[in-house]
């Protein structure tokens, strides 16, 4: 029968013969604070308290509180430099409580902590230092909003989810900060909620990041039923104990002293690697979840800097990183594709757009995919290192562009245009490098680093990355004896070209020519001498200068000598060699490493392909006269197909969204029409059985007793009539019995 | 005697008979009474929460505490043993958080009730009935005062939905009044079969003069009872026969050859006897849970019902039917219980996913808190079919979570009903601009219950889940596909609230003309506040720290899943033995 197992379970199959050293409640011991965590906790906490404080009485604060947003971020900034300083290649902090627990000898306990590491505290530095510029930035940005004060509360609240998700040591705090930062999220996108625009892009990006969650819910309880428990740190050592055998992964170990014997099918293992990675599709908008990317535009400029562009849409490819010892070789594979198919239509649908913002958006999905390709093609510190510079230059170009932005609605709002211009159109603009000349050679840097020309860091990292999956194809293929892996790289390739394009096009339509709306450009600017508000600048300024090469690598030209790769190395963040995929990974970075001449080429024709794109772009471009500019459209099917992003959001209208409601709607009337129904109708039926019940009780019930009545009344009246008083009655009724007594007795 | 329990349970009787006793006029005076009434058998509750010692052993039908034991209704049968019911009330992991739950919630709702104006007297009368009731029901260990409570409720809560109800009130009261009737009859059937097979060791004890009267038998002396009666020595005069549910947990305490008997041998329709029983009770239950199908008169009661009344029935009525299955249904038929595993988890995604989609259909922003109730409540029958540590911990959390969150919801929802009497999603657009601290706590008990971590919600549904993904490997129960599909709810979740703020509370400020004249749309009040700030503070408190709750629960749901386990495997195998030959 199904009952055959019992409260024992099954994993507890002991074999004699296999020896038990591993004790997980042993790997989940509490540990201790150090200084370290504990400011690490202050730097979690601070901006929570900062939010508490803003959102409640922000609107009572003096300068309605803004000074208690960017003064908090400040200090755990400083306190983030000072983290980094004590750990950054010279020691692991971790510090750990348990949380809550059951009196279970199979369940161990839950436990909650925050560990300092390489990454840890990059991510640190990273997270803090473009949140503070940010909001020192969105002061002149968001000057007399109505929600001046709530929305420092917001971004305090996504400083704070966005740092938990990088200071926990486990998977389950990982997931919960993970959905904190989806709220901070929609509450930014919805920010201005009148707009009904805003509020339908905030609700699609939650939406779309649970489809994505479903996934990383499903990897976590994969993980957890058989490797008991969330802990990063336990779920290695676990990991790597384990060992292959005939195709399976087994692991032993006890857990409360019970035996655990662990067997777990590759296929399995895949699957569940890909569940953590779904979590990564929704967050960092891989394809092909990357539709609510392009919508969350809607939110305020500064908000797409920092949440859509340098950080939480990298929580992604940071969550791959720390999970990176549970993919499998197939599960890496299947990211490297998906990052590539990212990384490509990102850029196809950056060629086409016109919104200043939309341009920068695909191309943070390209960038993502990336960063996701380099991942799964075991190029992990590459990756990494990607997400680091991206963070940079592409928080420059979005301020950059909501500086932009800002100068486009002063101007228009001064020459009071008949219709309404979209400010936000880069047909509209134009050779605004005169009117703002600060402006224009911030972004050109940050557009180099993205474009990845050389001496900026954007080459160096992206260069890692085409020089790990190179390496990452030829093993794959020679492995297999398959020349399709080689796709992906070259995929890499192509997207170089196209980014290039694609800024060559984006900055000759907003910098170059003339001004084609009919006003003066000079009314961009906010005053004669200054081209933007002062608190503006500074944060873009520092964010373009990081775009230099130089910072990230002594030698701009190589990545090689990068300090940040060096620090993120799979190697330096799991000791010991711990992942399922170690022996590609390590076949890969041997072969990357015997690659001396590769590297070269990859180099020169990256930046090759870069300077070509820009001047396909140019060339495209200079010669159509800014009247032409104005009116451009996408023309052929190809152009309406990226400008449309591949109609992916009507597909999925179409095959997702109106069935789901057309099934809710077609349930809710089987409620009424089939259950409530059947429910009336035997209740009617009820009521028809009691109306027969009523007539068979008045009739047969009521009736025989009637009957009965009626009966006895006659018979009552008959006797009554027999006894007359008359003697002679009475002789003739006993003769009259005498004789039938007689005639019963003759008869028998 | 420590009579603490019989303090939770009469004290709102006390205030009843308090209000019974004055005069109509004096309204003001009922309500405060009332008010006292329940902040009595709140700080009660709160203190046996704080007193209760999560760390007793407990193994199912042991570790009760507090527990007051007193014959009720005894008398002799002569050859046929003796009949007792007795007045049984005892605290456990199980119940604790519900008892806990139900003296807060019986608070807010008194606060909530403070606006009513039609027939005072008789509404709170009522009010205080049907907590005393649903306390009963939470505290009752015997099977008959348990029914006693659990059908006390019905009529309560019969007129407060009739009289103070919406339009279609008669409608929602009598409709809610069949489908619970029903249910009952179905329990009592289950009942009276369980009394006839289960006999009270100790009072047989005294019965066979083994130990004198009123002196407690000890373990051995109730083991060799126990022996005695399977070995069928003990004479029918002898046998007291009883109504604890805790004796009923016990397979020795049943007769040899009685109805319910795993070796009784009686089937009916091909199943066993103790099947078709588990099924009945079982059903009785899922009719309080409520669970799809036997879910529709739930939208239609929360609909009608006033709002103070929804919060009582969506935060503490619905939770008798999961309680009353892990406090009776499967520690009493442990062996149908695991065979039934995916039946019964079965219906819960079933209610997950019916009750998400048929939530994203509502137009009537309470009927969508209903049917979200319907999908939160299948959360609880699936932890509690996977048998596993994390499932049960988390289908009775999640009971606690849902109570103070839906209280939270229909509470948002009765502040918009105030206002503008009335409450159709598409009559309102962009009311943040005009309510932005009602907006605030609607998004909070929105994101609350669509599981955002750092609510309860979260951990309620995280062990669900991660309980009943793992029971195939650890229980045997459940195919892992069940858990999978269930994932799927906390999409849906998502989308039913997020849409419906973004029809109703974003965009341009703009409500349906006819309701203009009526409506006077103006921020939350004092009273407000007072209800809303401490739910959304509890169910934050116990969305952080999970080990306040736990602590309590988890030592007696271990209990649980081992009684469970153990005896469902052994007496499953006698079933089965007597059908298969």
Redesign the interface.
């Given at each position: 029968?199904?009952?055959?197992?019992?409260?024992v379970?099954?994993?507890l199959l002991l074999h004699p013969n296999i020896a038990y050293t591993l004790e997980l409640s042993a790997l989940l011991k509490p540990l201790a604070g150090t200084t370290q965590t504990t400011l690490a906790l202050v730097v979690l906490l601070l901006p929570l308290l900062a939010f508490a404080l803003l959102y409640g009485w922000g609107k009572h604060l003096a300068r309605k509180g803004d000074w208690l947003g960017i003064g908090s971020t400040g200090v755990i900034f400083a306190l983030s430099l000072y983290l980094f300083s004590q750990t950054w290649d010279t020691a692991t902090f971790h510090s750990r409580i348990i949380?809550?627990?059951?009196?279970?000898n199979?369940?161990a306990d839950f436990t909650a902590g925050v560990r300092l590491d390489n990454l840890t505290v990059l991510m640190l530095l990273i997270v803090t230092f473009v949140s503070l510029l940010v909001q020192v930035f969105s002061v002149g940005y968001m000057k007399g909003d109505a929600g001046y004060s709530r929305y420092f509360a917001y971004l305090s609240l996504f400083t704070f989810s966005m740092l938990g998700i990088v200071l926990v040591d486990n998977l389950?705090l990982l997931?919960?900060?993970w959905?904190?930062v989806g709220?901070s999220s929609?509450l930014l996108i919805?920010f201005w909620?009148?707009?009904?625009a805003a509020?339908?892009a905030?609700?699609k990006a939650?939406?779309v990041n649970?489809?994505g969650?479903?996934g990383l819910?499903?990897g976590l309880?994969?993980f957890?039923?058989?490797f008991r428990t969330f802990d990063l740190e336990a779920l290695r050592t676990l990991v790597g104990a384990g060992e292959w055998s005939n195709g399976i992964f087994s692991l032993s170990y006890t857990l409360n002293g019970q035996p655990w014997l662990v067997e777990l099918s590759p296929v399995f293992l895949t699957l569940a690697g890909l569940g953590l990675f779904m979590g990564c599709v929704g967050k960092s908008a891989q394809f092909p979840l990357q539709v609510w990317l392009p919508d969350a535009m809607q939110g305020p400029t500064p908000v797409s800097s920092l949440i859509h562009a340098a950080t939480m849409v990298a929580a992604g490819v940071y969550l791959l990183a720390r999970c990176y010892p549970f993919f499998t070789v197939d599960a890496l594979t299947v990211i490297a594709v998906i990052g590539a198919i990212t990384a490509l239509l990102g850029a196809i649908a950056a060629l086409t757009q016109y919104d200043i913002k939309a341009v920068l958006a695909f191309s943070t999905i390209s960038q993502l995919g990336y960063m996701v390709m380099g991942m799964g093609t075991g190029a992990h510190d590459a990756s990494l290192f990607h997400l680091t510079t991206h963070a940079f230059f592409k928080a420059a170009l979005f301020l950059n562009a909501g500086i932009i932005i800002h100068a486009m609605h002063r101007g228009l709002h001064h020459a009071h245009l008949p219709g309404d211009a979209d400010p936000q159109d880069i047909r509209n603009m134009g050779g605004l490098r005169r009117a703002m000349p600060l402006t224009f050679y911030t972004y050109l840097l940050a557009a180099a680093a993205l474009v990845g020309l050389p001496l900026f860091s954007g080459f160096l990292s992206k260069d890692a990355i085409l020089s790990g999956s190179w390496a990452w194809a030829q093993t794959m293929s020679a492995a297999n004896g398959n020349s399709l892996y080689y796709i992906v790289p070259v995929i890499g390739f192509v997207v170089v070209l196209l980014t290039a394009y694609y800024m060559g096009r984006h900055l000759w339509f907003i910098f170059f020519g003339s001004f084609r709306l009919p006003f003066d450009v000079q009314s961009l600017r906010f005053s004669v001498r200054q081209e933007v508000e002062r608190v503006m600048l500074l944060p873009v300024v520092l964010l373009a200068i990081l775009s230099l090469g130089i910072f990230f690598s002594l030698n701009p030209l190589a990545f090689s000598g990068s300090w940040v790769m060096r620090g993120i190395g799979i190697e330096v963040l799991t000791p010991k060699s711990t992942l399922l995929a170690d022996r590609l990974v390590q076949a890969v970075a041997a072969q990357d490493a015997a690659n001396d001449t590769a590297h070269l080429v990859i180099g020169i024709l990256s930046a090759l392909l870069g300077v070509a794109g820009i001047a396909l772009a140019v060339g495209r471009y200079r010669n159509r006269g800014g009247a032409l500019l104005l009116q451009e459209m996408p023309q052929g099917a190809l152009a309406r197909l990226s400008y449309h992003h591949f109609y992916l959001d009507a597909v999925y209208n179409r095959t997702l969204v109106q069935p789901?409601?057309w099934?809710?709607?077609m349930?809710?009337r089987l409620?009424k029409r089939v259950?409530?129904y059947t429910?009336e109708y035997a209740?009617k039926w009820l009521v028809v059985f009691a109306k027969i019940v009523k007539w068979f009780d008045h009739w047969v019930v009521d009736g025989s007793v009637w009957l009965i009545g009626a009966l006895s009344k006659v018979l009552g009246s008959i006797g009554r009539n027999l006894q007359n008083g008359k003697v002679q009655s009475y002789y003739a009724y006993s003769l009259f019995g005498f004789i039938l007594i007689i005639l019963y007795i003759m008869l028998n | 005697m420590n009579l603490i329990l019989s303090g939770l349970i009469f004290t709102p009787l006390l205030a009843a008979l308090v209000v019974l006793l004055m005069p109509t006029r004096l309204q003001k005076p009922m309500k405060v009474t009332a008010l006292l009434g329940t902040l009595v058998q709140m700080a009660l509750s709160v203190l046996l929460y704080l007193r209760f010692d999560g760390s007793a052993p407990a193994n199912g039908h042991t570790g009760y505490q507090f527990v007051e034991k007193l014959d009720w209704i005894s008398f002799s049968l002569g050859s046929l043993g003796r009949f007792q019911i007795e007045y049984f009330v005892g605290v456990d992991g199980v119940s604790i958080s519900m008892v806990l739950l139900t003296g807060i919630v019986g608070v807010i709702g008194v606060i909530s009730s403070w606006t009513i104006n039609k027939n005072v007297k008789g509404y709170f009368l009522l009010y205080l009935l049907l907590v005393t009731s649903v306390m009963g029901c939470f505290l009752a260990l015997d099977f008959f005062l348990f029914y006693l409570f659990f059908e006390f409720m019905l009529l309560p809560m019969y007129f407060l939905i009739g009289i103070w109800g919406g339009p279609k009130r008669e409608y929602a009261a009598i409709k809610f009044f069949i489908y619970t009737l029903v249910g009952s009859l179905l329990i009592l059937i289950v009942m009276i079969g369980l009394y006839t097979s289960v006999i009270d060791p100790q009072a047989t004890a005294w019965q066979m003069n083994l130990i004198g009267q009123g002196i407690p038998a000890d373990a051995n002396v109730i083991r060799q009872v126990q022996q005695m009666l399977q070995q069928g020595v003990i004479s029918n005069a002898d046998i007291v026969r009883t109504f604890s549910i805790p004796a009923m947990m016990e397979p020795a305490n049943f007769i040899p050859g009685s109805l319910l008997h795993v070796l009784s041998g009686v089937s009916l329709f091909d199943l066993p006897i103790r099947f078709v029983a588990f099924l009945l009770v079982f059903a009785g239950f899922l009719i309080k849970v409520p669970s799809v199908p036997v879910h529709t008169w739930l939208p239609d009661a929360h609909v009608e019902a006033p709002t103070p009344i929804s919060v009582l029935l969506a935060a503490v009525l619905l939770k008798v039917g999961g309680y009353g299955l892990i406090r009776i249904v499967y520690p009493v038929f442990p062996d149908a219980g695991a065979y039934f595993a995916t039946l019964v988890g079965g219906l819960g995604v079933l209610s997950i996913i019916y009750g998400a989609l048929c939530a994203l259909a509502m137009n009537d922003l309470k009927k969508l808190i209903a049917y979200s109730s319907v999908s939160h409540m299948g959360f609880v029958l699936l932890g509690l079919a996977s048998l596993t540590a994390e499932g049960v911990n988390g289908a009775i959390y999640m009971m606690f979570s849902h109570g103070i969150i839906s209280a939270m919801l229909f509470l948002v929802v009765g502040v918009i009903y105030d206002r503008a009497h009335d409450r159709m999603i598409l009559n309102f657009r962009g009311l943040a601009k005009r309510m932005p601290a009602y907006t605030a706590f609607v998004v909070i008990a929105f994101f609350a219950s669509l599981g955002l971590p750092g609510f309860s919600g979260f951990i309620a549904e995280l062990l669900v889940l991660l309980g009943s993904f793992g029971a195939p490997e650890a229980t045997g129960m459940l195919p892992r596909w069940l858990a999978i599909v269930a994932v799927f709810g906390i999409l849906l979740a998502a989308a039913y609230y997020l849409w419906a703020l973004q029809r109703m509370f974003f965009g341009k400020y703009w409500i349906f003309p006819e309701l203009r004249e009526k409506a006077s749309i103006s921020d939350l009040d004092r009273r407000e506040y007072l209800m809303l700030v401490p739910l959304a503070i509890l169910a934050l408190l116990f969305g952080i720290f999970p080990h306040l709750l736990l602590d309590k629960v988890s030592i007696a749901v271990s209990g649980f899943t081992e009684l469970v386990l153990l005896n469902g495997q052994e007496q499953l195998n006698m079933v089965l033995s007597t059908i298969i030959p």
């Open positions: 029968m199904r009952f055959a197992k019992t409260g379970p099954t994993l949380w809550f627990s059951f009196p279970s199979y369940v389950l997931f919960m900060f959905e904190l709220l929609y919805g909620y009148q707009r009904p509020v339908a905030s609700k939650f939406l649970r489809v969650d479903i819910l499903l309880f994969a957890y039923t058989y789901t409601i099934l809710a709607r349930l809710y409620d259950i409530d429910l209740s | -």
